[in-house]
């Protein structure tokens, strides 16, 4: 299944240079909550791939019926794809002229992506890995309940951490700060924002 790729102009992103932030950890680390705090604290603009994608489905658009078909079929959206959205969500914000930098919520995924993004955009400015053990994920994630957080998934999205995101923090080690998540959001917040100065 071929998914249509656009052409994103990423010069005017490059000439702005803002910083750009990769927040990685596993699943129910904390990423989404701590990205929310920081986008309140510094005026960075929050950017999740998995909403962006869904909001391609949902715009009706060509390209976001051919992921639905993608993801229905619980197949991977290819890198240039996600990429293209990611591009372009980057683009329009620095357009918009407010955002002051840029918070990449458990993007990239893989060193696929990592490499791609590097490639494409720009390395990021700092890396911020949310350290926690895998028992206080689950019940995190328990508590949570989404309709797809049950015991299974959830184990198999941290073996997916593990085996797919945690190259990326080895590859790109120099930029990395490891942060203890397991401890209230506010205090991990009050640690992450002198670590992107
Ligand atoms: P992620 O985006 O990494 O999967 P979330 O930010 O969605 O993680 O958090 C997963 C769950 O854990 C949510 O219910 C959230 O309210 C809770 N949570 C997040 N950070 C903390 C924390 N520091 N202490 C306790 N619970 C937390
Ligand atoms: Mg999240």
């Not at 102009?9 to 596993?26: C, E, F």
């Not at 989404?146 to 080895?170: G, M, S």
């Amino acid at each position: 299944m071929e998914v249509e790729r656009k052409e994103i102009n990423v010069d005017a992103l490059k000439s702005a240079n803002l910083p750009i932030i990769w927040i990685l950890g596993g699943p129910g680390s904390g990423k989404g909550t701590q990205c929310d705090n920081i986008r309140v604290k510094t005026g960075f603009c929050h950017l999740s791939s998995g909403d962006l994608l869904r909001n391609e489905v949902v715009s009706g658009s060509k390209r976001g019926l051919q992921l639905y078909k993608l993801m229905e079929m619980g197949e991977l959206v290819p890198t240039q794809v996600v990429l293209d959205l990611i591009a372009e969500a980057m683009v329009q914000e620095v357009y918009g002229g407010k955002a002051k930098g840029f918070l990449l919520d458990a993007f990239p995924w893989n060193l696929d992506q990592a490499d791609a993004f590097v490639a494409r955009i720009g390395q990021p400015k700092k890396i911020i890995y949310l350290s926690l053990e895998q028992d206080v994920m689950i019940d995190r994630l328990l508590a949570r309940g989404n309709f797809d957080d049950n015991r299974e998934t959830i184990e198999k999205r941290c073996a997916n951490f593990q085996n797919q995101t945690r190259p990326v923090l080895e590859k790109f080690k120099d930029l990395v700060t490891r942060l203890d998540a397991n401890r209230p959001a506010e205090e991990v917040t009050a640690d992450i924002l002198p670590a992107l100065a």
